[in-house]
């Protein structure tokens, strides 16, 4: 019991008991009284649990942080500069050897797995695919984007919509979708890039709802919440229905028994090539003069334009690129569900592509990736759990923020081996 | 070029609301001269800093920078205000909001001015030698084709972006910490890296704000050589803003000094040596008593 | 005609009421510079107060309208007050030396946690509260009438009320005048022997309240709400900030009436269903024409 002499039971008492009344203040009403009607029934059961549970766990927490260990973690917290870390310039990569490998057990994955384990993956995927666009955006530009999800809603509604309105089938609105995202994106950053980081947050919190309420109410265009059906991808014309009206179907063509798992064993194909596709372009981005410029806004803007860079347009093309990743996932999402309608593109969907970046890293691409894959999949798995998912979002913003601001997965910096130099 | 004068100012004006931080502040700076900017605490220096390099929008006044073989209006190019004349000229209409659309700081920076900040202003994240990439970035193949694709034409361009970032590292003797974060170097060596940075946008006239504070007097003299090797071997023009008096006088040709936001004197460095306004500015002594610099 | 200024004393009410929530963004914005998101959502916890304040009141046999409206006032200013403390506690001061990023990412998660945590307690179903106070003058005009009800005179009195105590407070108290000391210079205030920390945190239980005045006011009026309520007025209020210049306390409250007035009239004259596309488009229109606001300084950046 050594250890314990310096702490001072007393005064985490005294934390605890502070901690209590006002988490009985707080929860009180809002847990205590649950509204019924105009009346209401009386909870008293769970605020005691949640208040008891606050006592005890200030009660600790004011014991730990007088114990060596967490004066030195309290210290860590409040000096939060672990900054990255400068590879040396030979570093050799792991990710040689487990990109194969992971790409291997990636087309692997359809043949073997169920289609309700398929299903899941696509979504993990397209997951990934938003994540990698909002990291540009987030992570390296260092711009908050809250609506997101607009451009998200602009590549599904844009399939969906192309489709009815011009025939335009998912070959076709893979390319347009991404250029439309971005073209939005443009529109609205041009203006609100110049300003005020802050004001950019807002301002796209506004943009996502508005596209959701625009689709919402035009409904002579969007078919307002009923929605509007998305095709599938079809493989050299031939689709991938039970019958097809106009063409040929792919299990007629391969004599095969009619089976659903293969449209998505097909969707899940493209997608996992787009998703290798935009990470290998993300992955070279982040070395060329743009990612340079990305970093280095986010860092100082002042000392950039200093420089010379024009910050509206180096922000802007950090911005319209995460759109136009944006643009892409709402492809794949409504042609994997086959039909999309406003429901899917309210702020919750922004916030948790937020979490995803925030938990990943800022500017970490593995990170993305694993966070991307735990935030879709292990809710689905954990059903139970399903509403509480919200809640486990806003409190790993916050924890993360105060605790890890920089993500699980560190940051690492090229390094630049020695040499010559030479004024041309 | 023919112009001897690469940068003049007139009439420069700059109002905080109430405050004014310049009335009326007058200069030429010779090319390939080294100039300082002298004065008291909050007479206004790095404010004129600002306004040369377009982060204040001057109230009046005029700066005229001759580099990169033209004249460049420093207000214009930051975007003014529509006239009324310019809605019957459509010429004049569009030349307006095409600095108010895309102007800003940057072009001062491209027209061939760059500088560093009184309170250094690195890229802290980054490693010294991606903070000197990020300034030659308008000099690097910026094609996100051929970035993406790794082609030689970019793979050329990045190798002789490396060359000029080793050069530079050479020159401010940062070589070993070439691989380090930008923060985590120390005082001495940020004030040299952002001198390197500035560089590497390869202006014609660099302007430092106070680059000797906190440094030693070791530390001085090496810096006072370097600023010599960037007018005698890179025709860089060099205006200094400096609180030594040492080293004013060692390397300045010219001297502008300033004081509630008015210029007190200019001249060579024995004129301001005994200009008695300069020593009463310094000293808040009056006028007639004697005082030595 | 008569749409015409009906919509106008609708606006009045919506405006002052916008205006009370654009209080709390615009001092928090004023003290530390940052957009506390969660805001709207302190907003949405006081509709639910409010609610419970009522059934309890009822429930102890309490039927006289004044003590049930003092009451409920009192009670939700008092509790909502509490959560903007603990608010900032838990999810700003930690990171009073962090990027702006952090922060903002730390606001959108406490923003996620109320609304999840009222969610989960108290259903997500819309809740209501009965119509407690009836009755309107009503005017003819023309062939039409124009008609103002109790509850939104009682709206624009307690609001002016609200308003005017806070302008008292900041105007002329010792209180007031640190807050406006280290809105000034956080770090001079801090040298000269104020407690920022604990002025911070008045400011944030000061925003809370008037969002929780707010809160009583339109759930006795409109009546129905859910957890989801806090968003698009949070939006809003925010954009009246903006409009009259954030950091500005009067400009808060001239932004929250003409945006309310401009609002109504657009609903009442053009579209109902876009009034948010409306208010929306003013908030980019404001950022692009006149960043400042109405009110406000313009920002010049230290360099
Ligand atoms: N952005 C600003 N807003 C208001 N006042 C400013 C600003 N920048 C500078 N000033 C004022 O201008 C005056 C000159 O400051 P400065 O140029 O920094 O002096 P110095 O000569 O020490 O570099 C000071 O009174 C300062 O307060
Ligand atoms: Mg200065």
Redesign the pocket.
């Known amino acids: 019991m050594s250890q314990s002499v310096g702490i001072n039971f007393k005064k985490s008492s005294i934390d605890a008991l502070v901690a209590g009344f006002l988490a009985l203040i707080l929860f009180g009403p809002i847990v205590g009284v649950l509204l019924d009607g105009y009346g209401f029934s009386a909870e008293f059961g769970r605020v005691a649990w949640m208040v008891a549970i606050v006592v005890v766990g200030r009660f600790v927490m004011s014991c730990f942080f007088q114990t060596e260990k967490g004066v030195a973690m309290a210290f860590r917290y409040a000096n939060n500069d672990e900054g990255a870390t400068v590879l040396s310039p030979n570093h050799k990569s792991k990710m040689v050897w487990i990109i194969p490998l992971v790409i291997l057990v990636g087309l692997l994955v359809p043949f073997v797995a169920s289609k309700y384990v398929l299903t899941v993956v696509i979504l993990g995927l397209i997951y990934v695919l938003l994540g990698l666009g909002l990291n540009i955006v987030v992570g390296l530009a260092g711009l908050l984007d809250l609506g997101f999800v607009g451009f998200y809603a602009i590549g599904a509604y844009g399939l969906a919509l192309g489709y009815e309105n011009l025939g335009l089938g998912f070959w076709s609105m893979l390319p347009i979708a991404a250029l439309l995202a971005a073209f939005a994106g443009a529109i609205l950053g041009f203006p609100v890039l110049r300003m005020h980081g802050d004001y950019l947050a807002i301002v796209t919190l506004g943009f996502g709802e508005i596209i959701r309420l625009i689709l919402t109410n035009w409904a002579s265009f969007t078919h307002g919440p009923n929605g509007v059906s998305a095709p599938l991808p079809t493989l050299f014309g031939l689709e991938f229905k039970r019958r097809s009206k106009d063409g040929e179907t792919f299990h007629e063509f391969f004599n095969l028994p009619y089976d659903s798992a293969y449209k998505y064993m097909f969707i899940y194909l493209i997608l996992f090539a787009v998703v290798w596709a935009v990470l290998f372009i993300k992955h070279r981005l982040v070395k060329m003069p743009i990612g340079r410029a990305w970093e280095a806004l986010r860092e100082d803007e002042v000392a950039c334009r200093s420089l010379g860079l024009n910050h509206v347009l180096v922000k802007l093309s950090a911005f319209m690129l995460g759109a136009s990743t944006g643009g892409l996932a709402g492809v794949f999402f409504a042609t994997y569900q086959g039909f999309v309608n406003p429901s899917s593109f309210t702020f919750f969907e922004s916030a948790l592509i937020l979490a995803i970046v925030v938990l990943g890293g800022m500017g970490s691409t593995l990170g993305v990736v694993i966070a991307a894959f735990c935030l879709t999949v292990l809710p689905e798995m954990l059903r139970e759990f399903a509403e509480y998912r919200v809640l486990m979002f806003g409190i790993l913003m916050v924890v993360m923020m105060i605790w890890k601001p920089r993500g699980i997965v560190r940051v690492t910096r090229t390094g630049f081996a020695a040499r010559k130099g030479a004024v041309k | 070029m023919s112009q001897e004068n690469i940068l003049k100012v007139e009439n420069l004006v700059m109002h905080?609301g109430g405050?004014k931080?310049l009335n009326d502040v007058t200069f030429d700076i010779k090319r390939g001269s080294v100039s300082a900017l002298i004065?008291p605490?909050?007479?206004?220096?790095?404010?004129v800093f600002n306004c040369l390099t377009g982060f204040y929008k001057a109230t009046g006044g005029k700066i005229v920078l001759s580099a990169a073989g033209k004249e460049t209006s420093i207000i214009k190019v930051l975007g003014e205000p529509f006239q009324v004349s310019d809605f019957f000229s459509p010429i004049a209409f569009f030349g307006r909001l095409k600095y108010k659309m895309f102007g800003g700081s940057h072009l001062v920076n491209r027209a061939g001015l760059s500088r560093t900040f009184?309170n250094i202003r690195l890229f802290k994240e980054m490693s010294v030698v991606e903070n000197l990439l990020v300034a030659q970035h308008m000099r690097v193949n910026r094609s996100l084709i051929s970035g993406i694709l790794n082609t030689k034409a970019y793979q050329k361009s990045e190798e002789e972006a490396l060359e000029r970032v080793f050069y530079w590292l050479g020159v401010v003797d940062l070589v070993d910490s070439a691989n380090r974060l930008a923060g985590e170097l120390s005082y001495g060596q940020q004030r040299r890296l952002e001198i390197a940075r500035a560089m590497c946008t390869n202006p014609e006239i660099v302007c430092l704000d106070e680059p000797a504070a906190g440094l030693n007097p070791s530390e001085t003299e090496a810096l006072t050589k370097m600023i010599r090797v960037l007018r005698d071997e890179h025709n860089t023009t060099v205006l200094l803003?400096e609180h030594d008096m040492g080293m004013v006088m060692d390397i300045s040709d010219y001297i502008v000094v300033?004081d509630h936001g008015e210029v007190i004197a200019k001249g060579g460095p024995d004129d301001i040596k005994n200009n008695p306004k300069v020593i009463a500015a310094y000293l808040g002594a009056e006028e007639d008593e004697e005082v030595t610099l | 005609m008569d749409i015409v200024l009906q919509q106008l004393v609708n606006g009045l009410t919506l405006g002052s009421v916008y205006g009370l929530i654009a209080i709390g963004y615009t001092m928090v914005y004023g003290i530390i510079g940052m957009i506390n998101f969660a805001h709207g959502d302190v907003y949405m916890v006081s509709a639910y107060i409010t609610a419970i304040a009522i059934a309890l009141l009822t429930f102890f046999g309490i039927e006289s309208f004044p003590i049930i409206i003092i009451g409920t006032l009192f009670l939700t200013v008092a509790v909502t007050g509490a959560y903007g403390w603990v608010i900032e506690r838990i999810a700003y001061r930690p990171l009073r030396n962090s990027s702006r990023l952090s922060v903002l990412i730390s606001a959108i998660g406490m923003s996620l946690i109320l609304q999840n945590y009222v969610q989960l307690s108290q259903g997500a179903n819309q809740q209501g509260v009965p119509t407690l106070l009836t009755g309107a003058i009503r005017f003819t005009v023309g062939d039409g009438f124009v008609q103002i009800t109790y509850m939104k005179l009682l709206i624009l009195f307690i609001s002016l009320l609200g308003m005017g105590v806070l302008t008292y407070v900041i105007q002329k108290t010792k209180l007031g005048r640190m807050c406006r000391a280290t809105q000034q210079d956080r770090k001079m205030a801090s040298i000269l022997g104020i407690d920022t920390d604990k002025v911070i945190s008045t400011v944030f239980v000061i925003g809370a309240m008037m969002a929780a005045l707010a809160g009583v006011l339109v759930t006795l009026d409109y009546g129905a709400f859910d957890f989801y309520v806090g968003f698009i007025i949070g939006i809003k209020a925010f954009t009246a900030a903006v409009l009259g210049g954030i950091g500005s306390l009067p400009g808060a409250m001239l932004g929250g009436l003409i945006l309310g007035l401009s609002e109504a009239l657009f609903a009442g004259l053009i579209s109902s269903d876009y009034k948010d596309v409306f208010s929306f488009s003013l908030l980019v229109l404001i950022l692009i024409i006149r960043p400042s606001g109405l009110l406000g300084k313009p920002e010049?950046e230290?360099v």
């Open positions: 905080f405050i931080a004065g605490n909050g007479a206004g220096k790095t404010t009184q803003i300033l | 010049v230290k």
